[in-house]
């Protein structure tokens, strides 16, 4: 795919979605690195209606940290892996209070030493919560990267890095969330909705559905 078709691209998702934003909803920093961390193999519908109830209840690393891991299970027990994502909050919030003043740090490698913070996470955060143009490369990303042609790659490291190198400047920081609910909403997995797809002329993907 060359420059210009990717432009287009973006353009596109641009005039679509002026202001994209994440489906999680969060007011701090910190509420948005929680909710992250809940969201892996769960929905952001799943994740919202947990963290409705725990975040007015708790929503720093110490009043979480008050909680205890036995009663945030009980906040969390409706999302998957509930029990493994309750024991990496925990140790996530101790951290936090211990080594960065209950602040959420604003720096990768800081970030990914969190339990249960990983690349992808790390990437919402920068991204999200600290407006820096970085992109976590998820399912959807993935997928849309390699059907489209825009950046294919054999994993989501490369997906990103390409990414990164072949999206102009000024869409970057949107590009994440542009990417994520053009896959989520459009161009899905079993069957891609081509017919409503506002890129379809511009996507080089061959067994296009239209209807």
Known sequence: ?????????FE???????KPTTELNY???????IAVILSAQATDVSVNKATKALF???NTPGEILKLGE???????KTIGLFNTKAKNIIKTCQILKNQYHSEVPQERAALEALPGVGRKT???ILNTAFGQPTIAVDTHIFRVSNRTHIAPGKNVLEVEKKLLKVIPDEFKLDAHHWLILHGRYVCLAR???????????????KDKIIE
Do not use: H
């Open 191 to 205: 069957k891609p909705r081509c017919g409503a797809c506002v890129i379809s002329d511009l996507c080089e993907f």
């Open 122 to 124: 790390a990437n919402v």
């Open 27 to 33: 007011k701090s920093p910190f509420e948005l690195l």
């Open 70 to 76: 036995r009663t945030l299970k009980q906040y969390i």
């Open 56 to 58: 007015p209840v708790a």
């Open 12 to 18: 596109r998702f641009r005039q679509e979605n002026p």
């Open 1 to 9: 795919m060359n420059a210009n078709k990717r432009r287009e691209i």
